[in-house]
């Protein structure tokens, strides 16, 4: 393994095309979890968005834990990725309960080299469901264990359609404030793409931006920017009562600046909207412009849909035109903004060194099998690059799995 300081030697291991990819928004489910007997509508919404192809029985296995592994670390060359969950109130109806987040972790912690976390995990709460005291609690525990990267909220949701507000003081504020006192200073919700069971009222962006204000030392991170797949995209439109205009109207309302304690993600709008460049463009300018050059973070909500490379391809290779740069002042996608939002501002809002996870990857099973992959390409064993060298299929990733601990934990 280079040494940490050795930053050419490191990035050469990597073995991709260099970026520090972290994707701040991924998804797996525990498909023998009791939320498949008490969440229909959950288990509805995720049989909806399973990748093209999927054969499985039960159909759930597509998008477990195994399948996860591969898809986000072995089939994509992302570095560093956050767990999070679909709507839920805890252990009874999450696809993945918080102990089976960590698990997660655990599992993916024994396969690297020590120091390269390559998982981090959020901790979802409901405090609009049932008694308030019970989700602090909650939260307490949780963040005992040391794992919470962020809690995440879904402020549009609770089973019965009722959301709340961030600013309510008998729900929100509290939620907010206990986050701060435990010390896990990103705090995340959704907005935007309406769900089973969405407040409309509560899906606003407008809650979160207003508390912002009031919590100048933590971070908050609006996942999918409040896009809406029912608003076309377009130059920013301050009376928009929907979508990333929504958005940019509250950062303007409430006199947030760029680059301040306000994030996005792009994770389903980059999907949805990668074929259709000129809505890419002014989703990808305005939160750019808006936002920020560092606040705008990669997300990708594979592995709904599979594994993320296809995005990441995509992304590589996007451009904003001149003519969209100069008819709305937004930046040119150069290779620094990009490395931006792939990881760098990702990096600095989790306070992850990029070189020593980088140094770390080198000795990483995970990666090392990358590197085997290309050297088998260029030797002509296999056709393409892309045709990983390794389990690809569950029960070989299953095998893989159970094999790993006793051959590459010593490393
Ligand atoms: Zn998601």
Not at 157 to 177: A, I, K, M, Y
Not at 314 to 325: C, G, H, N, V
Not at 373 to 385: E, F, N, V, Y
Request: negative net charge.
């Amino acid at each position: 393994m280079p040494p940490p300081t050795d930053t050419e030697a490191c990035q050469a291991a990597l073995g991709s095309q260099g970026e520090f990819i972290v994707d701040v928004h991924t998804h797996h489910v525990i498909p023998s979890g009791a939320w498949t007997q008490n969440a229909p509508e959950t288990v509805n919404l995720v049989l909806s968005m399973l990748p093209a192809g999927c054969t499985d029985s039960p159909q759930l296995d597509c998008v477990d834990r195994a399948t996860y592994l591969h898809d986000v670390f072995l089939a994509s060359d992302t570095t560093v990725a956050m767990l999070t969950d679909v709507p839920n109130s805890g252990a009874t109806n999450a696809p993945i309960p918080f102990p089976e987040a960590v698990k997660t972790q655990q599992i993916t912690a024994g396969l690297t080299a020590g120091g390269a976390g390559r998982l981090l995990v959020e901790n979802i709460i409901a405090p609009n469901v049932g008694p308030l005291a019970a989700t602090l609690d909650e939260m307490s525990a949780a963040a005992e264990t040391g794992e919470v990267a962020a809690f995440k909220v879904y402020t549009a949701w609770s089973p019965s359609g009722q959301g709340f507000s961030l600013e309510d003081p008998t729900v929100g504020l509290p939620t907010v404030q206990h986050a701060h006192d435990l010390g896990i200073k990103v705090f995340v919700a959704h907005k935007g793409l309406p769900l089973v069971n969405f407040d409309p009222v509560n899906n606003h962006p407008e809650d979160m931006v207003a508390v912002s204000r009031q919590f100048p030392d933590m971070n908050f991170v609006i996942y999918h920017a409040a896009w809406d797949p029912s608003r076309v995209e377009g130059p920013y439109d301050p009376s928009a009562a929907i979508g990333i205009d929504s958005l940019l109207a509250a950062l303007d309302r409430h006199q947030v600046p760029p680059d301040d304690n306000v994030w996005v993600d792009v994770a389903t709008v980059w999907r949805q909207l990668l074929t259709q460049p000129d809505q890419a463009a002014h989703a990808l300018g305005k939160l750019l412009k808006r936002v920020g050059q560092q606040r705008v973070l990669w997300g990708t909500d594979a592995i709904w849909f599979g594994s993320p490379q296809p995005q990441i391809a995509a992304m590589r290779a996007f451009q904003i035109t001149p003519e969209f740069q100069d008819l709305y002042q937004y930046p040119p996608l150069t290779d620094s903004v990009k490395a931006g939002i792939f990881g760098l501002n990702a990096a600095q809002l989790f306070g992850i060194d990029p070189t020593a996870v980088r140094c770390g990857l080198t000795a990483d099973p995970l990666t090392s099998n990358i590197d085997e992959t290309a050297m088998l390409a260029r030797d002509g064993a296999i056709l393409s690059p892309w045709t990983p060298n390794g389990p690809t299929t569950r029960r070989q990733v299953l095998h893989w799995l159970a094999s790993a601990t006793t051959q590459w934990a010593p490393m």
